[in-house]
């Protein structure tokens, strides 16, 4: 016995001294592993979490240990659900832990394991891909296709200028559609992204949407949009109306904190904006104000396309151009197709503005304001 407590238990690679004395000491082995065995294992002991035959097995166990636990509930095996596994977790091992994910639970391993690459290196311990050394091979590999599709669309856009045909240059946006999310785009490539390496892509979608020729790829943009739906099959869009002369024209009303406005929008006009029968740039000065009145128009790149006549009431300048931006809006509803509606509401355009002054407090100085404390 004393010559085993003197034992050196080696355990994970690092050697550590085995307990002396006391009468609960036990007989310690000393395991061992040979060269042969150690050299062996090097290779399966990365991979095997990515085989399919790890997830196999942790079904097998995952399969049988429901088995045991329906019996120890007195439950039918075959028609155990995910349910009655958490619910007799619950009941044979209550934990009273805040976090739900530090709790005791029993998933299909599906659940519990993601998604994740095949090995991805041969039996010589050499890697498959090219780029297994920068640590995100599939991010590497989406950035080169990517930009090969890039120089393609450029090299014809070469090609037709060389053929004195220029490509017609035509104003492109995501209208009903949105790139995929960081978070998405790990789960599609399996690997963890930071903000540069995924703005950095966007980029170079954004670089070849906008390209003249860039449709001869859409099908490759395609597979990273997703399709926003559409929250306005609600909303009752008013079609045109025609004055005497036969000028098309829309109406719109708009509220900005106590600011109440209504615009009358022309077709196939040269710009010209009144206020209250006073042209714009006398009655708003400053130019933030008529900026953000005219940011709609802008928006839809109609500036000068359009004639507009307001009526507003009420608030300061700043309240009355937000109020005309919001009527201005609505009013243009009806010269754009849906997507561009659309486009318009997820820019913030078509949704009124419940922003106004926070009221003096009593006890206070002002809103937020405190007095200043004195001691004496």
């Known amino acids: 016995m004393a010559a085993t407590l003197g034992r050196v238990l080696r355990l994970g690679g690092c050697w550590s001294a085995a307990a002396r004395g006391g009468p609960r000491a036990q007989v310690l082995r000393l395991i061992y592993t040979t060269k042969a065995v150690q050299k062996k294992n090097v290779g399966p002991s990365g991979p095997e979490k990515y085989t399919e035959e790890f997830i196999k097995k942790q079904i097998e166990e995952f399969n049988l240990g429901?088995?045991?636990?329906a019996n120890m509930m007195g439950e039918d095996p075959e028609t155990f659900t995910q349910e009655d596994i958490d619910r007799?977790?619950?009941?044979?091992?209550?934990s009273g832990l805040f976090d739900k994910r530090a709790r005791p639970m029993m998933k299909h391993p599906t659940e519990i394991f993601p998604e994740q690459r095949?090995?991805?290196?041969?039996?010589?311990?050499r890697p498959f891909h090219f780029l297994f050394y920068t640590g995100k091979q599939a991010y590497y590999s989406l950035m080169h296709d990517a930009y090969?599709?890039?120089?393609?669309?450029?090299k014809y856009e070469d090609e037709l200028m060389a053929q004195d045909n220029p490509p017609q240059k035509e104003k492109k946006n995501l209208a009903g559609s949105r790139w995929l999310t960081k978070i998405e785009l790990e789960e599609m490539l399996l690997e963890k992204?930071?903000?540069?390496?995924?703005s950095r892509f966007i980029q170079l979608l954004q670089k070849l949407m906008t390209s003249p020729c860039g449709d001869i790829e859409e099908k490759y943009m395609q597979k990273f949009t997703r399709e926003v739906p559409m929250q306005l099959q609600k909303v009752v869009i008013e079609p045109l109306k025609y004055d005497e002369r036969g000028v098309a024209f829309s109406t719109g009303e708009g509220a900005r904190k106590t600011a109440r406005a209504t615009a009358v929008v022309y077709d196939n006009g040269s710009g010209k904006v009144t206020v209250n029968g006073i042209d714009i740039l006398h009655y708003f000065p400053v130019l933030q104000d008529r900026e953000q009145l005219l940011f709609p128009f802008q928006f839809l790149d109609r500036v000068g396309k359009h004639d507009m006549v307001c009526t507003v009431s009420g608030g300061g300048r700043s309240a009355q151009a937000g109020a005309i931006r919001l009527a201005s809006a609505k009013a243009l509803r009806s010269f754009v197709t849906e997507k561009e509606v659309e486009f318009m509401r997820?820019?913030?355009l078509l949704t009124y503005d419940p922003r106004v002054k926070e009221r003096k407090k009593p006890g206070q100085e002002g809103a937020r304001r405190k007095f200043t404390w004195k001691k004496r």
């Open 66 to 69: 429901k088995r045991h636990l």
């Open 88 to 94: 007799a977790i619950a009941y044979l091992f209550p």
């Open 118 to 125: 095949k090995i991805q290196w041969g039996e010589d311990g």
């Open 148 to 154: 090969e599709k890039l120089l393609n669309v450029q």
């Open 193 to 198: 992204l930071s903000d540069n390496d995924y």
């Open 346 to 348: 997820q820019a913030g």
